[in-house]
Each structure stands twice: as C-alpha cells, then as structure tokens.
C-alpha cells in the first residue's frame, strides 16, 4: 500500500470519527434544548402515566381508536356524571369519547360545565316518549321512574357506527386505565359482559337473605306465570348492570333492545318485578334478557354498594325510612366497615349505588370523589357537605 493510499484511508477514518463526535453532539445538545425548554412535550416513555394535563399546562398524547362509554347526566346530578368522567379521563391517555345522554332542559347547563374541561364529548338528548307503554301507568311509580335510567338499553341507537362500548352510571369514579375494561373479552355471542353479585370481590360482608339482592328472586316476582314459564332458577346470581361492556354488533344481531322493551311491557301490565325490590327498575329486564348468557368483567372494575350499609337490605324489605334516620345519626351509613382503605385504593372502579352518595351529606370515601370533582361554573350544583359547611 503507497504512501497516499494509506493518507486516503486516514483523512476517511477522521472524517467518520468526526462525524460520529459531530452526532454525539448534536444529540447531547438537543436534550440539553429540551430541559431548558419547558413548553415542550417528551414523547414516548417520558410523558407521565396518567398525567394530570388540565394542571401540567400541556396536553396528554391521546393514541389508538375511540373508545366510547356512554353515561347518563340528568339535571340533579349533572356534578356527578362530570366528576365520573374527568376521573376516567385523568386515569388514562386512551381516546375516550363520552356519549351523555341528558335532557333537553339540561343542555345549556351542562355545555357550561364541559366549557370548562377538555373532555372529548358527545351530548345526546333523549326523549321519555320512547318509553311510553313501557312503564307502569300508576301515579306514585311512574312519578319515581327516571326516564334516563333506561338510556342503556338504547346503546345501539346512540352509537350507530359503534362496534364495542362501555356503559357507566354516574354515581362511579374510575381508578385504573379504562381501557382495560374495554378490552375485556367478550365470549362468542354474548353481547355484553357485567359483574356478577355472588362471586365479585363487592359481595363481601352482603348480609345473605337480607332482601336476596345478590340473586334473581331479590328481583323478579317467581309466583308470576310469565316468569315461571321462562324456566329460570330463582338462586341465580344477580349482576349489576351500572357498569358493563357491550358488543353493540351483537346487541343488535340479538335485537336486545326490542327483548328490553318487550319485558318493559309486560311488566306494565303485569307487575313481574319483586316486592323487595328498590330503585334498580332496569336490572329485572336485564336479568331476563342476560340470563345466563353474558360474559364477566374483573371484579375489581365494578367495586360497588359503596353506597350502601350492610344492613340496607333489612330496610329496604321492611320499607321503615326511620331506620335510615337511625342508621345516619349512628354514623352506621356507607360501607366504611365493609371495605379497609387498601382495597378501595386498588379497585379500578368504585360505584356508589345505593342512597349514600359522595356528594351528599353521608358517604363513605367522599374524599376518593372529592378528588376528581369539578366545580360547578354556573353554581347550581354543590355537593351537600360543602355547601353545607360553608354556611
């Protein structure tokens, strides 16, 4: 080798060695670039789970298809239905898009409100002609229906060109990444998969034949001939249908909201709900329709009777309201002794169904929902013990 080749092939490895200094540097300048500069966003694995953006003052990285969960936000109980979502929207950098259904008379309240987030959403306004004949002619039972209450068995008609959904009611906060919940796997022909009452991790300390909440008899009357007929076990474990996943293409080939209708109906004429039964009027046609052919979500993703006190039931079947009264002077309400602090911690999602709710004046973990409620701009809504304080 000459004397000049042996310069080329030099003068080549410095030009390489320069090059790689040169990149070296250009990659130590531009990290030292983005920690002088606080506006900017890292990307990948640096940006925060569960990153609190309304706060940081920079927007979370939303990735991957929409998921859709429809919540219900009737007027009293519009902070409700706001707390609930801003808490799946802090827990997750999933693509949500809230579907809330409300009232017409509630529309301007509630845009006020969701003016003040950047919750990513869709307002859908029902209409309660649609359940005309569907629901008891009676005075005193029609007065205590809440027409939004039957917005789940209309899922398919609120998201048309929804392939899955989640359906929540208001009185929840989510904990964990709800897209967890929504990739639970649905067995082939189910279209919708729930919590069952018997073996979740919210049937502890149920006081049993207490009202039998946790099984199908705590619900449907069996003396009835339209339910005997249908050959259902009376035993059966009870769900609740607060929280569940559909598969909407199946709820539609199964055409499950016309089998909810129909049951709807017939129970407008023939009374076949149970005597004991107390607010849950659209879990009995749920029941019928589902039985035994739903797939089962993760006990921890519907943590409920958060708002209810072991011994409810017992008040719920002998109808004494004074034993509320008892129960709440005693500071006996909730289901404080039902559930220590860590398991609340690690539940994915807490339902407060029963009559104790986090915004009322008597609530256990009221401070889990404090944590995610934001204020009403328009000052119509206050939770009671606030409002109660402050006067």
Same mark, same amino acid.
């Given at each position: ?5 042996? &310069? ?19 990659? $130590? ?8 500069? @606080? ?88 209409? @309660? ?26 899922? @398919? ?56 909440? $946790? ?19 009376? &035993?059966?474990?009870?769900? $609740? ?95 404080? &002794? ?19 709710? @986090? ?33």
């Amino acid at each position: 080798m000459t004397v000049r080749r042996v &310069n080329v092939v030099i003068l080549v490895l410095l030009a390489i060695a320069f090059l790689i200094i040169l990149h070296r540097n250009l990659l $130590n300048l531009n990290d030292f670039l983005k920690q002088e500069n @606080p506006d900017s966003v890292p990307d990948g694995p640096m940006v925060l789970p569960f990153e609190t953006d309304l706060l940081s003052g920079h927007k979370v990285i939303r990735t991957g298809d929409e998921i859709p969960v429809l919540i219900t936000a009737p007027e009293e109980r519009l902070g409700a239905a706001v707390t609930a979502m801003n808490s799946i929207y802090r827990n997750s950098k999933a693509n949500v898009v809230f579907n809330i259904v409300t009232l017409n008379e509630s529309v301007v309240h509630l845009r006020t409100w969701l003016s003040k987030t950047d919750l990513k959403h869709k307002i859908i306004i029902f209409d @309660p002609k649609i359940l005309a004949g569907k629901i008891s002619n009676d005075p005193q039972k029609e007065a205590a229906v809440k027409p939004l209450t039957f917005a789940r068995f209309y899922m @398919p008609v609120f998201l048309p060109d929804a392939e899955k959904a989640i359906y929540l009611d208001d009185d929840v906060i989510v904990q964990g990444d709800i897209r967890d919940l929504f990739d639970t796997s649905l067995k082939f022909g189910h279209a919708a998969a729930f919590s069952e009452d018997c073996d979740s991790s919210s049937s502890k300390g149920m006081v049993r034949g207490a009202g039998n909440q $946790n099984s199908y008899i705590g619900f449907l009357d069996f003396k009835k001939e339209a339910i005997k007929k249908l050959g259902m076990r009376a &035993n059966t474990c009870s769900f $609740n249908p607060g929280v569940f996943v559909a598969n909407l293409t199946e709820w539609k080939q199964q055409n499950i909201t016309s089998q909810l209708e129909l049951w709807m109906e017939h129970n407008a004429k023939e009374d076949l709900y149970s005597k004991t039964l107390a607010d849950s009027i659209t879990t009995p046609p749920m029941l019928i329709v589902f039985y035994k052919h739903h797939s089962n979500i993760d006990p921890m993703w519907h943590v409920r009777h958060l708002g209810k006190e072991v011994i409810e039931a017992l008040v719920h079947k002998c109808k004494a309201a004074f034993l509320i009264l008892i129960l709440t002077f005693l500071g006996a309400t909730g289901a404080g &002794n039902r559930y220590s602090a860590q398991f609340v911690k690690a539940a994915k999602l807490l339902h407060w169904n029963g009559h104790y709710k @986090p915004w009322g004046r008597t609530s256990s973990f009221s401070d889990i929902w404090d944590k995610w409620y934001i204020p009403d701009p328009t000052g119509k809504f206050h939770t009671i013990r606030r409002h109660t304080e402050e006067k």
